[in-house]
């Protein structure tokens, strides 16, 4: 993948990080020229306090994208552009005060509104202490104009945060069961991929499929193939914790995540669900078992690779029999076994093994 398509499905993915990596490239631009002429001018502490933001702000931006913590850098740019923004307060005097209320913004759209709000208090606090004011009604406009404007902001960004969480659920949950749909699958699937490779953190991915319900729709109408897709998800998620991850991809057809879980972890976890499952009815008394096909996340991996072989798994837990747990094979090198799924099992959603 090129560096354009790269940086575009990051960035697509994560708004956090898109929003750092931004930050970065307006905060190198915008400042670099102040920090050069503050040199030149020898306001030598001005100009180390410029060179020093834009070195901690560059650092946390390839941070983020090393890593994928785009939150801690998000946090991180706040507290420490906050802290230099009041030092240049006391270095510059009112003339280190037009910062203030760039900085206030830009608080609010990287850091959580508790910590913005914090930081934006502490900007008010050193512009009244620390700049020489010509005047008591010249300090009181700094002061109710920063205030206004962290108030506008702080309501801004709770309405934008409400606003994303309820885009957020309508494009990544099933409306059926309300668990994460396919779109809810890609962004976690990206997430664990980055912690694999930035923190080598294990991870597994099952693809679960009802046997034959397609014959419980055909029987007992699709009212009750609702409700056992219900009951499903429902027992499903009674084992799981809280970190784990159900997705449904359409009728009968889930993948689940296990972050943080090897081989042999996700064997007794899936093995437990299978039992859950067909322990007793899930609706109706109508009773049912799953197959289930399982990949544990490898370093050559991309998601579909990844989702693939959890598919091709499947296939052999149906072949064996259904009701049962089936593990990819690693036979052969990393190029061979990606070119046998593409290959020998396409991707079948919507629809899949009966």
């Known amino acids: 993948m090129n560096l354009p398509a790269l940086l575009k499905n990051r960035i697509g993915t994560d708004v956090r990080l898109a929003m750092v990596l931004l930050f970065a490239a307006i905060a190198i631009v915008g400042i670099t020229p102040f920090a050069i002429a503050r040199a030149l001018q020898g306001e030598w502490l001005a100009a180390v306090l410029d060179t020093v933001v834009l070195a901690v702000i560059a650092g946390n931006a390839a941070y983020a994208w090393r890593t994928g913590n785009s939150a801690l850098a998000g946090k991180l740019n706040a507290v420490v552009v906050s802290l230099a923004c009041a030092a240049l307060a006391g270095a510059l005097g009112p003339a280190g005060l037009f910062w203030t209320y760039t900085i206030i913004l830009a608080n609010y759209m990287l850091a959580p509104r508790s910590l913005a709000t914090v930081c934006g208090g502490v900007l008010l606090a050193a512009g009244l202490l620390l700049a020489p004011f010509p005047s008591t009604l ?42 994460a749909n396919r779109r ?18 294990p991870a597994t991915l099952a693809v679960l499929d009802l046997d034959h319900f397609k014959a419980v729709n055909d029987t007992h109408g699709h009212d009750t193939g609702d409700r056992v897709i219900l009951g499903f998800v429902e027992r499903v998620q009674s084992v799981l914790r809280k970190r784990d991850r159900l997705y449904r991809l359409g009728g009968e057809e889930f993948v689940l995540l296990l972050p943080g879980t090897d081989h042999s972890g996700a064997r007794a976890a ?52 259904r009701d049962c747990v089936s593990f990819d094979s690693t036979l052969g090198g990393p190029g061979e076994r990606r070119l046998r799924l593409v290959q020998g099992h396409p991707l079948p959603w919507p629809g899949g093994p009966a």
């Not at 606003?163 to 949950?173: D, H, I, V, Y």
């Not at 890609?186 to 930035?198: P, Q, V």
Request: proline share 3%; charged share 25%; hydrophobic share 50%.
């Open 184 to 201: 809810g699958m890609e962004i976690d699937l990206a997430e664990a991929l980055r912690g694999h490779l930035g923190r080598g953190e």
């Open 270 to 321: 899936l093995e437990k669900i299978r039992d859950e499952v067909q322990a007793a009815p899930l609706a109706d008394n109508v009773r049912v078992t799953t197959s289930i096909g399982a990949a544990v996340l490898e370093a050559e991996d991309d998601w579909p690779c990844w989702l693939a072989r959890a598919d091709a798994a499947l296939y052999r837990a149906k072949a064996a029999g």
């Open 138 to 179: 010249a300090m009181a406009a700094f002061g109710v104009s920063a205030l206004l404007v962290m108030l506008y902001a702080f309501i801004f960004a709770s309405l934008t945060e409400v606003q994303r969480k309820l885009l957020e659920g309508l494009a990544t949950r099933d409306p059926l069961t309300g668990v």
